[in-house]
């Protein structure tokens, strides 16, 4: 881990490393932990100070979820084969009904983004009647019918097969929350562009659209309005205060 970035105060360092040497990314190994831009030392910041103690997470903004039990970082939800890639989610918050999976953004949407596709095991996959709003999009992307320049729709999908396949072995309801962020500037100082953030949150609205009535509820949520309902709460104040003053506005 890089010296030169230390983690926020009350976020316990080694149990998020741990969490972070056993995915596959390679955050730490590469140095992407380390820049000023990176996304997944955010997200590990603000839900790792949470680790151990999960009755201080209040529910997200808008997110049906009820009293968290546990909170992991950097936590696979597999799919119901063996091999192959699968999901890791940022966050994962545990319920006693709810299973809920965070997918993190900061900058990502608004870089040029490698391809990415569904591999044949999830044609042989029946994924019920319940997944069929996400079943059609995997299609329509499949096919071209239906294209995302920002928002990594293919990705998405996969996290929402991996939740409905442990939302179902943990007899709980699962709900993806896509936290996104709209920085006016990259960390060099340069302005992002503004047709970009337009772009991405028209995209994320109608994926919302697409996906709505499935068993994985999607929630979309802005990272300055998580902060925000942190800001108000008097024990998370402090910790609201330093993700601010660390990542800067999102």
Known sequence: MPASFPFLPGVPAEAVLAALGRAPGGEL??????????????AANAFGWFLDRPAALPPLPGVPMGRVETVEVEAEM????????HPWLDAVLVTPTTLVGVEAKRYEPFRPRKASAF??????????????????LRHALTEGRQVYRCLDAVELVKNAYGLRTQGTKRARGAVMV????????????????????????AEIADFARAVKGDAVTFVALRWSDL?????????????AAAIAGRFGSL
Request: charged share 25%.
């Open 178 to 201: 896509y936290l996104h962020a709209a920085p006016a500037t990259w960390a060099s100082g340069k302005p992002v562009d503004p047709a970009a953030i337009a772009r991405h949150e």
């Open 119 to 136: 591999s044949e095991a999830f044609e042989t996959r029946d994924w019920g009647d319940g997944m069929a709003r996400f079943t059609a």
């Open 78 to 85: 597999p799919f119901p084969w063996r091999g192959g890639r």
């Open 29 to 42: 190994a590469s140095g992407k932990f380390d820049s000023p831009e990176s996304s997944a030392a955010l």
């Open 227 to 239: 902060l925000k309902q942190w800001a108000r709460t008097p024990d998370l104040a402090a910790h």
